[in-house]
C-alpha cells in the first residue's frame, strides 16, 4: 500500500472538516469565495472518493481495503481503525456525491435567514460524521461519528428550517439521541462481554464480529441486540419509532431533507448489516421475526399516511418510512439475497427520494407552498421540472428499469425464503403483505403527482410567472436522474460490489443453514 | 541559656523534602506579595496584582512538572500524613490550572467591579492553596486542615459584592450549611481516630480492613464522613446551598466554587475511600448509590425549569456531581471496578473542569454586554456574537456528553466502571445515568436553542467585545475540551494512575 492509499480514506473523512475550520476564517461577508471553498472542499473529497473507487480491488469486496489500524485511546483499548468494504464503498460514494450537489443546488438558494458561512460549515462537518461513520471499523470510532451527525442536523433544521422547527429540530434530537444511549451501553456491554480467542476484549467490528458473539447468554445477546436495536431502528426510522421523522423532514431546509432522507437514515440501516447482524447472529436470529413484523407495518403504515397527508413534504417523508421498510425487510431475512436487496435499496432511496426532496423544495420556493390542494398544472408552467417529477414518481414506485425496482422487488423476493431457522409461513404473510404495499405505494405517488403536475393551474398562481429549472438545478440533478437511470439498467454494479461481503455477514446463518439441511434429510421434512 | 538551647536541639522538626513542597511554597510567597502588592501599589496600578497572581500560579506549575519527570517513588512526609506521589502530582496540576483559568476570568470582571482587587486575589490564590494541600493529605487533620483553608477564603468570595443583596445570601447560606458540614464530618473524624488510635488514612486502612472492620462506630464514623463531603461536592440531599451560593457569587467566584472546590471535596473523598476505608464498601456503598442516583435525577430535573443562565448551570452542575459519584458506588465490587471507577472519576473532574469553566467564561462575556443572566437575553447570540455562540455550543454539548466535545469520553469512562462492577444495581445505575443524560441534554439544547433560533430580543446587535483574558481562559477550555473528545488518550492516561488503588 503506498503512501497515498494509507492516507487516503482518512481524508475522505476529515477533508470536509478541514474545510469547514478554513471557512470559519474566511469573513462573513465575502459570500462567493465562501461558497468556492466549501463547494471546492467537497469536489476534493469526492475527488478522492473517486480515487479510492478507481483502485479499490473488486475481486476483494469482502476484504477492508484501505485500513488503517492505529491506536487511539488505550485505556479503553479503542482503536482508530477504518477500511472499506463493498458494504462501506456505496454509501460512502453516496454521501460524497450527494454532499457535492447539495452544495451546488444550495448555491443560490440560501433558506432565510441566510447566512451561508454558518449553513456550509454545518454542512461539512456532516459530511465528515457521515464518511467516517460509513467507514468505522472500531464501536468507539463508529459512536463518535454517528454522534457527529447530530448537531449540525439539529442547527440546520432549528436555524434554517420551516416556522414549526425549534420543535421539530429538538424532537429530532432528544429521540435520537435516546437511541443513542442505549447504543453505546449495548457497545459497552459487547465489549465486556465478548471475549476473543486470546481472551481480550474488544471494540473492533471485524474481530467482534468473526466470533458471532461468542461467549455471550442469549438472554444478554437478546438484551445487547435490543439496544442496537432501539438505536439503530430510531434513525432508519422504523414504526414505532418514526414520529421524529415527518417533524424534521418538514420543517428541515430542502437540502437538509435531502442529506436527511439521502444518507442520514441509511446510518440505521448500515448499523444493523455492519454491527448488529454480524456481531450478534443469534440474536438476530430472534429478533428477525419482529424486525420484520416492524417493518411491513412500516410499509403499510407509511403508505396509508401518505394517502393522508396534505403536504407534498410530508408526504414524501412518510414514503421514507413506507421504503425504509422494505429496506427493514430485506434485512429480516437475514439472507444474502434480501440484505443484497437492502444495501441497493439504501443506494435507490438515497438517490430517489433524495431527489424528491430536491423537487419539493424548488416548488416551495417558486409557489410558495407545499400544499397539494394549492398545487397544480405544473407541467403547463414549468413542464421541465413536472417531468423530473414523474420521473421521479415512477422511480419511486419501482418501475422496472428505474433504480427503485432493484431494491424493493428482490426485498420482497427474499422474504420468500428467509434464513433457516426463522418461520417460513410469517416471512411469506409479509411477502404478500409488502406486495400489497407495493400498489399502495403507486397510488400515493401517482395521487401526488396527479395533484402537482396534472390539471390546471390554480387561479391563485395563474398569472404568476414560474420559472422553469435553472442553472445550479440543471447542475445538482442531472447526475442524480442518470444514475437512476444506470443504476436501473446496470443494478449488477451494486450487486457486484455487496454480494461478497455480504456473504460474510450472514455466514452464521449459512453454515447453519448447512447444518440444518443435512439435519433435514434424516428426518425426511421437505 | 544553654538550658534553652539544649530544648531546643532535641526538637527534631519532621523532614521537609523542599522540592515536593515547592508548589505550595511559591504559592504561599505568591499570595503574601499579592497581599503586599496591593498595599504598596496606587490604584491605577492595581492591575499588575492579578498579572503577579497568574504568574505565581504559573510558576507553581514548575515544580509540578519537575517532579513529574524525575520519575520518583512517593515522596512521603510527616508519618505518611502527607504524600506527593503521582495522583497528587496530577491533581494539584488540575487545581492550579482551574485557578489559572479563573484568575483569567477575574481579572477584567474585578477590575471593572466596585470592589477592593488585592483582597479578592489573596483569597483565591489561598483557597487555591487549601486545594494543592488537599491533593497531598493523607490524614484526617492534614484532610480537614485543607478543607477549611480553601473553605474560609472561598465564603468570603461568595459575599464579595458586599452591597448586594444576593451575594450576602451566596455566602452567609454557603458559610452556614459549609460550617455545618465540618462539624458533621469533624465528629465523624472523631469516631474514626477514637476507634483506631490513628489520624492516618494508611493506617486506619490496615485497621478498618482488619480486626475492627464491623464495629459500629466505625459504621457511624464513615457514615458521617461521607454526609460531610456529600454537603461539600452538594450531592443531593446536601444540596441546598448550591444553586442560592451560585446565582448570588460573583460569576468567576461561581465558576471557581463548582469546579475547584467540588474537585477538592471529590479528591478528599477518593483519598478516604480508597486508602482509608476500602473494607467497609457495605457502608459507603449503598450511601453513594443513593446519592448518586437522586443528585443526577433531581439536579437534572430541577435544571429543565430553569430560567436563568448561572442557576441552570449550577443545578446542572449538581447533576454533573451525580456522574462523578457513580464510580464511587460501584467502586468496591470488585478488583476490576475498583481500578476503573478510580480512573473514572479523575477524568470526569478533568473534563469537567475544562467544560464547566469554559460554559461560565462564555457566560461572563455575554453578560458584559447585556447585564443579564436570564436565558431569554442568549436571544439571537448567534447573530452578534458567532465565535461565543460556537464555544458556548461546545462546551453544553460537552456537558451534555454528545462527541465529539469532550463530555462523551468522561460518561464513557463512568459506563464502563459500571459495566466492570456488573452487579444488577450497578447496571441499575448506569441505566438510570443513561436516561439522565438523555433528559440533560434538554436543558443543555434549550440554551443552544435560544442562541442560535430565537431572535434578538431588544434588537441590539452590536458586537460583544471580549478582553484579551477571557478570550484566553475561552481559548484554553474549548482547546482542552475539543482535544479531549478528539483524542482522549491524550489526558485519559493521568487517570491510569492508581497510585492509591491497591
Redo the contacts between chains.
Sequence with gaps: MNAFDHWALSGAVFIPILGAVLLAFVPKRLEVEIKAVALLTTVVTAGVGVYLLAHFDYDKTHQLQYAVDR??????SSRYHIGLDGISLPMLALSMFISVLCIVYSWDHFPE?HNPK?FLILLLVLETGMNGTFVAQDL?LF??FF??V??PM??MI??WGGPN??YA??KF??VT??GS??M??SF??L??KVTLPDGSHTFDIVKLASVHGAGIAHGAQLLIFGGLFIGFAIKVPMFPFHTWLPDAHTEAPTVGSVILAAILLKLGTYGFIRIAIPILPEAAKSWAPWIGVLAVIGIIYGALGCLAQRDMKRLIAFSSIAHMGFVMLGISTLTTYGINAAIFGMVAHGLITGMLFFLAGSIQERFHTRELDRLGGLLLQAPRMGWILGFCAMASLGLPGLAGFWGEFPAILSTYSPAVGLNLALFRTFMVIASIGTVLAAGYLLWMLQRVAFGTVKAEFEHEHIHDMHGPEYLAWTPILVLIVLLGVVPGIVFRVTDKPVQKVTVAHVEQRRSVVTGQTAVGQP | MHALLAVASSFTGPRLDYHALAPEIILTATLVLVLLADLVLEERNQWLISNLAGIGVLASVIPIITLAVQNHAARSMAGGAYVVDDFSLVLKALFLGIGYVVLLMSTNYVEEGDYYQGEYYFLLLASLLGMVVMASARDLITIFVALETLSIPAYMLAGWRKRDLKSNEAAIKYYLLGVLASAVMLYGMSLVFGYTGSTVLTEIGKQVNGSITHKPVITLGIFFIVIGFAFKVSAVPFHFWAPDTYEGSPTPVTAFLSVASKTAGFVALLELIYVGFLGRNDVWGPMFWVLAALTMTVGNLIALRQTNVVRLLAYSSIAQAGYVLVPFAVAGDNIAARRSSFTAAVVYLMIYAAMNLGAFSVVIAVARKTRSGDISSYGGLFEYAPGLTVAMTVFLFALAGIPPAGGWFAKLMVFRAVLDSGTTWAVVLGVIAGVNSVIALYYYAAVAREMWMSPVPDGDVTPVRVPAPLLASLGLTGLVVMAIGVYPQLFAHFGDLGTLVR
Design positions: 491506536s487511539w485511546i488505550d485505556v479503553i435567514p454558518a468507539i459512536f463518535v454522534e457527529l447530530l448537531l439539529y442547527f432549528g436555524v422547527r425549534q429540530s429538538i434530537f432528544l439521541l435516546f444511549a442505549l453505546i451501553l459497552l456491554a465489549y465486556f
